[in-house]
């Protein structure tokens, strides 16, 4: 059965419901009073591709820039001319912006910093010493206000507003030049843990904030804001879990979900796109937590997984589409949406086109929700765990095919043929569930794409008017796999214990010797190499994918320092906390094992190459352009092997003349591609890896690409430069 967008009038309690002929009708008006929007009307036409002032290049999130000066005829001159030394080392995950002369980016530990965009000079820093930490943040917002503008970012729970010349905070905004981002949240939700990763999307007066909550059942709701620029007042505010009354609510069957301290999520945290002539924002939503095991939040689960198309003035939904119904496997939408233009039955129209982690590139008209490829609801496998209500049908698009391998397809050829230890893969191969869309149980599933993708937050760059998307994938399996969650905790073992397997043992063990090719570290001997304090601030406030848990009691926290130092607790002590520990963890239920990769004995990728991909789409036809290997895995390509591609994070830059840049890969090269068909034209070795989409900008008549390096992610070296390349006289 065809799967369609849904008006915000629609009873979404089945998601296999026949559009209604009201239904039809509301489209088919929409369509009519949308028609009067013509082609060169919609923002595309209005945007400045010859400026970077926004997150990734523009509100469309394109990638996209017009500026000419490098293009393959002199990419042979196109050298370092400048570079940054960040004051602090680590994954920089930012995308810069460009006002004028200053470029504006966030450093590993979110000090904001403006650099002369010339010469890479600092000219103003900014941080919160009190509210910074390790977690991602991938950039900041411009505001003009008339006067000298703001960069508006996140560090811990607060969203600042800085004079964008001086790096002062603007007092006339909240409170000293801040707000609270737990004003998105509910009361009961005032201790929970809030971020932003990405920046906000500016609209008039208003930014529209993405917010970060943990996963977990001690996860926040994530409720859309929108924030007045000039005051720091909140103007509205969407449920994306619905309370009673709101559309949506009957799509959850525990009809208190919505206040239940043990549900959350749902919320945006890998930005939005905006079309400023419409009016519209697209909103892309996250998983419900807990994640994996959903048997306290049966139903679809609306509107977690889903694309929102709302009124960027009012919050008001005016139509949406759920690409995953009941999450059970972590598939967040990772990026923003494309904002482009196809041809669709020979008229040319504007169009939404959003990644997902799965694979799948999913094609809108952007007005009405409409489709633009057939979208089928395909039967997917039962749940085997008691409790639980795997949803009966999951949407998959007839086009595009996907642009990454799916774990139904799998068979033993695909195991990697540079594995030493085959056999012993082979074995655990055979005993996984490889069907498509198989829910997590007791005996492991193969994820593939994994839990990161697939498509993954660096997101698509687009040509937006000619309607190619071009996307880079990773290409990792993951094992999935639940096990009982006992409702009886084991008094014997000291607090710090007890906390600890609560809250870290999924990542990092029971043993605490992590899961490190799964990128989470070893715990033991913590005291060699952090103080106390700056392992408390990363428990506050998290750290790269890690998020905070500032609701643990500050007796609680020491307690947890206190085991992870070793430090041997006193026996009495002991016996009075245990009194105080709860003795229940409520009805037995289910929880993950941990996030392990399908290694080989090498620490490679157990499936065969290629490991990362880079494709250019046509979504005029739904077609493949080109699709290629993006990376190398250099102990291979030592011994001869062809090109494996390696996992890789952020997304590539294009130009209209042709080039598209890319950093993103494991190996840590930086790499400029024609366009047209995929030829490798050009690359460079970073001093580190760079996880991170680049910009490109025009500064006293020359074209700058700029790129942060910070490594870390992956298992690489850390690295703290910002480089600027440029074609060189």
Known sequence: MKSHAKSYFENPRNSKII???????????????????????????????????HYLGGPDRNHFSTLDQIDKTNLDRLTVLWSYDAPDMGQMQMNPIIIDTLLYGVTADQKTIALHAATGKEVWRFEDDENSGHSANRGVSFYDDGNEGRIFFVTGPFLYALNAKTGKPINSFGKEGRIDLHIALPENASDKFVTSTTPGTIYKNLIIMPVRVAEN??????????????????????HTIPHPGETGYDSWKDKDAYKSDGIGGANNWAGMALDEALGIVYV???????????????????????????????????????FTHHDLWDRDLPAPPNLIEVVHNGVKIPAVAQITKQGYVFVFDRRTGEPLFDIEEVEVPPSSIPGEEAWPTQPIPTKPKPFARQSNVFTENDISPYAQNRE?????????????????????????????GGAEWGGAGADPQEGILYVNANEMAWILQLKEKSNVIDDSLPLGASIYSQYCATCHKLDMTGIPASGFPSLKNLNSKYAKPEVLNIIDKGKGMMPGFPQISKEEKTMLLDFLFEVKEDKTEIVAKSENKPKS?????????????????????????????????????????????????????????????????GGPLLTKNGLLFIAATKDGYFRAFDKKNGTLLWEYKLPAPAFATPSTYMVNGKQYIVIACGGEKLGTEKGNKIIAFGIKN
């Not at 939040?297 to 005016?318: E, P, V």
């Open 19 to 53: 559009t209604s002929s009201i239904h039809m009708g509301l489209l088919a008006i929409a369509f009519l009073l949308s028609s009067c929007f013509n082609s060169n009307e919609t923002s595309e036409a209005r945007l400045d591709y010859d400026q970077w002032r």
């Open 217 to 238: 059942e001690s996860s926040a709701p994530g409720n859309l804001v929108a924030i007045d620029c000039n005051s720091g007042e909140l103007v509205w505010r969407f």
């Open 284 to 322: 892309p939503t996250g998983s419900v937590a807990p994640d994996f095991y959903g048997g306290a939040r049966r139903g679809s689960n609306l509107y977690a997984n889903c694309l929102l198309a709302m009124d960027a003035t009012t919050g008001t939904l005016k139509w949406y589409f759920q």
């Open 424 to 452: 012993e893969l082979l074995e655990r191969f055979r005993k996984m569930d490889r069907r498509q869309y198989a829910p997590p149980g007791l005996a492991p599933v193969l994820l593939l794409p994994g839990y990161d």
């Open 585 to 649: 963890n409520g009805p037995l239920s289910y929880e993950h094992t941990g996030y392990f990769k399908f290694m080989d004995s090498n620490n490679l990728p157990a499936i065969s190459p290629p490991w990362g991909t880079l494709h250019a789409i046509d979504l005029n036809t739904g077609d493949y352009k080109w699709s290629i290997p993006l990376g190398e895995t250099e102990s291979l390509k030592a011994a001869g092997h062809p090109t494996t591609g390696t996992e890789n994070y």
